[in-house]
């Protein structure tokens, strides 16, 4: 019996140690996935926005060692890599002001495409026609002074926003919180900071799916939709909308932000990542993850 159970001690000792070496950035599996329980491998930390933390995993998963990704917003990620906390930071937007140490490089662009089916007469979609058809019409009323704010609209408003105001279900998009309607909602001013919280705009009642694909296929079945996704190609089967004019990849075009790269060139780690990043090792993880390489 004391055999029993100093041999279940032992177990709970190691199985102890290996999680809390794990946690502190030791990890339990190499590359090719055997067991590893006295190995110190280096683990890199990627710091990123939330719109590409699929990126980033994806990245981690081409990389074949040990990494650790978290979702923390552009501010968040630039200060990690500038105090030395993280490795490398993935953000959207411009390239950040000059940090000592620091290299940021662009290495993408993120990409919304407005689409509606191929038989659809629109060719184009203007931004006063995506704020009324993507957020709920009592917002119109109720808060006028917020949005005169962001209009210079005459006594007549209401009554022309009506003859753009299509019901919820001509719209297709993903579900809220998925990475592509965050991105869609952050470039078109469609959240708002709703005690302390940023919330949707968009009405719970539009056409909602768990992913882009979903969005394509929805719309290519029901041709007067519009659907919203974020795509590295234009999406196929369906008809691609200009926005005021201009083209996905256009510049000026309200749907994008380009992908930005920073790490501290004194860490050998992230070098490496980057040098493997430049050379072309990581370009299928831009197309399968919905982004543009650079």
């Known amino acids: 019996m ?21 946690r502190l950035g030791l990890h339990l599996f190499d590359e090719v996935g055997e067991h590893v329980l006295f190995g110190d491998p280096y683990v890199l930390t990627f710091e990123t926005s939330l719109s590409l933390l699929p990126l980033a995993r994806g990245f981690a998963g081409e990389h074949g060692t040990e990494v650790a990704v978290t979702a923390v917003g552009r501010s968040a990620a630039i200060q990690s890599i500038a105090d030395g906390r993280g490795d490398i ?16 490089i662009i290495i993408g662009t993120e990409v919304i495409y407005f689409i509606t089916g191929i038989a659809s007469s629109r060719d184009d979609i203007s931004l006063d026609e995506i704020y009324a058809l993507f957020i709920d ?56 900071n709703i005690g302390g919280v940023m919330q949707t705009l968009i009405p719970t009642d539009a056409n909602e799916f768990d992913a882009d694909n979903e969005v394509i296929e929805f719309v290519r079945q029901n ?30 075009y309200m749907g994008q932000q380009t992908v930005v790269l920073a790490y501290r060139v004194d860490n050998s780690h992230a070098a490496a990542f980057v040098a493997a990043l430049e050379a072309g090792a990581f370009d299928n993880i831009f197309s399968d993850n919905s982004v543009v390489r650079s």
């Open 223 to 252: 041709a007067e939709t519009i659907g919203v996704v974020l795509s590295a190609t234009p999406p196929e089967g369906v008809r691609t909308l200009t926005v005021d004019g201009l083209y996905p990849g256009d510049a000026g």
């Open 89 to 104: 930071a993935l953000f959207g937007g411009a390239l950040p002001a000059e940090i000592e140490n620091v290299r940021a």
């Open 2 to 22: 004391y055999k029993v159970i100093a041999f279940l001690g032992l177990l709970i000792f190691v199985f102890a140690g290996c999680v809390g070496r794990d």
């Open 137 to 192: 019409e009592y917002l119109f009323d109720d808060w006028d002074d917020y949005w005169d704010d962001w209009y210079d609209w005459d006594d007549d408003r209401d009554d022309w926003l009506h003859d753009f105001v299509q019901p919820t279900e001509d719209i297709a998009l993903t579900l809220p919180g998925m990475y592509s309607r965050v991105l869609f909602e952050d470039l078109f001013h469609l959240r708002e």
